[in-house]
């Protein structure tokens, strides 16, 4: 009996030791299976007990729990010190990372091209006196096409084949068109916005035309707006986005319901004076569709055309960055190539 006793007391020095020395989990666990797990100390003690006497066993056995007791809680707030002082040192290390440290082989981030492109643009325009506006791309039938004169079973509808929603007469809009009567709708002339956007046309995909493309959307509507105060828009337009000032246009007849007269704005090539890959040796590039807006489109967005007139004008964004850049192909621009974006 006395010699369990010195046991007990023995081991309750030999833990508070082994537990000191524990300074992780794997030692810590260690510790645990040597004491109390199933051939560890405790259970060796207990079954010394078994060849003990009843007197002995009645003065032995509870001391035996008690020290079981104790070797738990001892164990558990060791576990619990442990754990916080692991989480203090994560937290510490989280809290003090150098942010400026410098990595090897790093690739600096920039704006997308077509971010930079679109601040480029709205520059250009805010700096002529344009608000800049936007549009839902998922419109309703009647924004783009009813408003734009383009009524159900009108054959202009084909030239820009659209992915209708399951939702009645809801699509995704086939042109920032959809903008002009929304804007109408909003404020009362004089009115210049620029809006720019993603677009949608059920189309086949090739070098020039993806089923989701950007455009840009040029409207005024004021007292006597003509002809020529969209050639000059489109003059001083064109000459910021080549940066190029003795940049000619070319005016050719077009047709875009919406407006009337309408004309597509070719721009002399930016790159050559004889004939280039660019320009496929003709020196012009077609850039805009324009035109007058239609007094239809006016009356329906509330515009009293006795007194008012509009011109309104629209181009593809990646089109104008394909010219500027070189680009071959427009699937690069959604491709998420990084040796394609870095070059921007
Ligand atoms: C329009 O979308 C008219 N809303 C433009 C307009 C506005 C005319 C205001 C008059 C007044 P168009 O369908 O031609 O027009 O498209 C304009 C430009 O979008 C094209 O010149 C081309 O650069 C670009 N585009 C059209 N379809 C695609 C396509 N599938 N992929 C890439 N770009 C396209």
């Known amino acids: 009996m006395e010699k369990i006793e010195n046991q007990i007391k023995s081991l309750k020095q030999e833990l508070a030791t082994a537990l000191a020395a524990a300074k992780n989990e794997q030692a810590l666990e260690a510790v645990r299976v040597d004491f109390l ?3 560890g100390h ?5 079954e010394s007990l078994k060849t003990a006497s009843l007197e002995e066993k009645r003065v032995l056995g509870p001391l035996l729990n008690e020290l079981k007791q104790q070797i738990t809680q001892l164990y558990t707030e060791k576990k619990e010190a442990l754990i916080s002082q692991i989480l203090q040192q994560q937290l510490f290390k989280k809290q003090y990372f150098d942010v400026s440290a ?6 600096p981030a920039h704006l997308h091209i077509y971010t930079q492109l679109i601040q480029e643009l709205e520059n250009i325009f805010i700096s002529m006196g344009y608000k800049i506006a936007d ?3 998922v419109e309703t039938e009647f924004y783009n096409f009813e408003a734009l004169n383009i009524p159900k079973d009108h054959p202009a509808r084909d030239m820009q084949d659209t992915f209708w929603l399951t939702l009645p007469n809801m699509l995704l809009r086939t042109h920032t068109s959809n903008v002009q009567v929304r804007e109408m709708e909003k404020q009362e002339p004089p009115l210049a916005i620029f809006a720019t956007g993603r677009t949608y046309r059920h189309e086949a995909i090739d070098a020039k035309h993806d089923i989701l493309f950007s455009q840009g959307e040029v409207l005024m509507v004021d007292e006597n707006i003509s002809m020529a105060n969209l050639l000059a828009t489109a003059k001083t337009f064109l000459q910021a986005i080549f940066d190029k000032k003795d940049i000619k246009m070319r005016v050719r007849t077009g047709y875009f319901p919406f407006v009337e007269p309408a004309v597509e ?14 320009c496929k ?15 239809n489109v006016l009356k329906c967005g509330g515009i009293n055309t006795e007194k008012y007139s ?8 990646e089109r104008i960055a394909m010219i500027r850049y070189g680009i071959n192909d427009i699937r690069l621009f959604h491709s998420s190539k990084i040796p394609f974006l870095d070059q921007f």
């Open 135 to 137: 549009g839902p791309e």
């Open 265 to 278: 704005i070719d721009a002399s090539c930016p790159f050559c004076t004889n004939g280039c890959s660019v």
């Open 102 to 107: 410098s990595l090897a082989n790093q690739t």
């Open 310 to 317: 509009g011109f309104a004008l629209g181009f593809g964004l």
């Open 281 to 295: 040796k003709t020196t012009w590039i077609e850039l805009l569709g324009a035109g007058l807006v239609h007094p």
């Open 42 to 46: 405790i259970a060796k003690l207990m």
């Open 37 to 39: 797990g199933r051939q």
